[in-house]
């Protein structure tokens, strides 16, 4: 398969490139970054450094001007209506550049779903609120009782006249400390079957008197997600998105648009080379003398390659109007559980070096792989565990029984 740009693809990475060149504030291009998400320009937007947050808002400006900051939403609404091999060469040049997009869950899971589900009112209400970054969404899915079988979630929202009274628990929200408001699957029939009686509710301000942000410190010592508590928080009834009761299929169609994970490639090829960089350079690296060592290394760089070509499947599908299903579970397992191996092998090549932490003089790359590492757990599990996603691939792509 060739999957070289033809004239109007090459001409327009080239534009695209060059924009980030051109505007990517240096002072964002200077920050170490172990990887970019999309909540990462939350992070920029409440970083300790003023200059950091005054380039988070001018890289947003700058994206604003071509429409890219929601570059899938249709240009009626404020995006630039890319194909999705032009969605995909964008977010491929991002990703070579480590630059954040903008907007985070707003634009990439929520915007989409309101496209297709909202009301005129609601469009004009958040659609623009999104892309100028006034709002700044968190999505309130997972529960201490429903991760991976998110149907059996339980947080109630009861009408009450003209508004729902929410209570109940909501955990691994990421990055609700730095968001603005919160968007939720809630159940409003608790008679109704399992994947009915669901409802998907817009609660536009997340200091709604009840409604707890409360931090959880992962093993890095970092704070990216939290768990959000309701209680008696009131919302007006016609902050439901899609009907009452049938908000599961509404949730479902909230997928994230750049769904190839072409952005996991790039930032991996990236670390792996600057491994072998520093591996090259460094005695206390065992590269040399360890030919398990480097057969685990060309491993990973194959797998890369795999990780690339699943990519470049499901943006092709993607271009010929085709819905991947179990080619983006695929994608998604191989990729989070190659990352993790990658961190690994990145311990390893150092010896006992390798598992010394960021911040002490002998830890090669300031630690980057034991952090990088106890960072990536998660990976497997967020977004849909490999669990999952193995069960997706089995039923849906080999057509096996459901155990």
């Known amino acids: 398969m060739d999957w070289s740009d033809n004239a109007e693809q090459a001409a327009f990475r080239e534009d695209v490139a060059t924009f980030i060149r051109d505007r990517l504030p240096s002072r964002i291009a200077e920050i170490p970054r172990h990887s970019v ?9 409440h970083h300790d450094d003023a200059d950091v947050q005054a380039a988070a808002r001018e890289w947003a400006d700058a994206l ?35 630059a954040p997009p903008v907007g985070g869950s707003g634009v990439m899971l929520l915007g989409p779903t309101l496209l297709v ?58 990055s609700a400390h730095q968001a603005t408001a919160i968007f939720a699957l809630v159940r409003t029939n608790p008679d109704a079957p399992k994947h009915r009686g669901i409802s998907f509710l817009l609660i536009d301000d997340i200091k709604t008197p009840g409604l707890t942000v409360r931090p959880l410190i992962d093993m890095a010592w970092g704070h990216h997600v939290n768990e959000t508590f309701f209680e008696d928080v009131r919302v007006p009834a016609e902050n439901v998105l899609g009907e009452v009761d049938r908000g599961w299929y509404v949730g479902m169609t909230l997928l994230d648009y750049e769904r190839s994970g072409i952005s996991g490639a790039v930032s991996q090829l990236q670390d792996l080379e600057e491994l072998l960089d520093a591996a090259r350079n460094d005695d206390r690296s065992v ?34 109007g085709m819905v991947p299903n179990y080619e ?18 990145g311990i390893r090549t150092f010896g006992l070096y390798g598992d010394l932490w960021p911040g002490d003089p002998k830890a090669p790359l300031n630690g980057k792989h034991i952090h990088g590492y106890v960072r990536s757990i998660p990976s497997t599990i967020g977004g849909g565990s490999s669990e999952i996603q193995r069960n997706i691939i089995a039923t849906r792509g080999l057509g096996l029984p459901r155990g």
């Not at 998400?37 to 937007?45: G, K, M, P, R």
């Open 328 to 345: 983006a579970s695929m994608g998604k397992m191989f990729s989070s559980e190659h990352g993790q191996e990658l961190y690994r092998v």
């Open 64 to 98: 604003s001007e071509r429409g890219w900051v929601a570059p899938h939403w249709p240009s009626e609404y404020g995006g630039a209506g890319l194909t999705a091999m032009e969605q995909f060469i964008f977010n491929e040049e991002m990703a070579k550049a480590m």
């Open 117 to 174: 589900h909202g009301t005129d009112d609601q469009k004009q209400k958040y659609l623009p609120a999104i892309l100028s970054g006034e709002t700044r969404w968190t999505q309130g899915y997972s529960e201490p009782g429903a991760g991976s079988d998110l149907g059996s979630l339980q947080t109630r929202a009861t009408r009450d006249g003209d508004e729902f009274v929410v209570n109940g628990q909501k955990i691994w929200t990421s």
């Open 287 to 320: 590269l040399d003398r360890s030919p398990a060592v480097r057969a685990r290394l060309a491993e990973r760089a194959l797998a890369i390659e795999v990780c690339y070509q699943l990519s470049m499947r499901i943006a092709s599908m993607q271009a010929a």
């Open 37 to 45: 998400s999309i909540y990462t320009w939350y992070e920029d937007l």
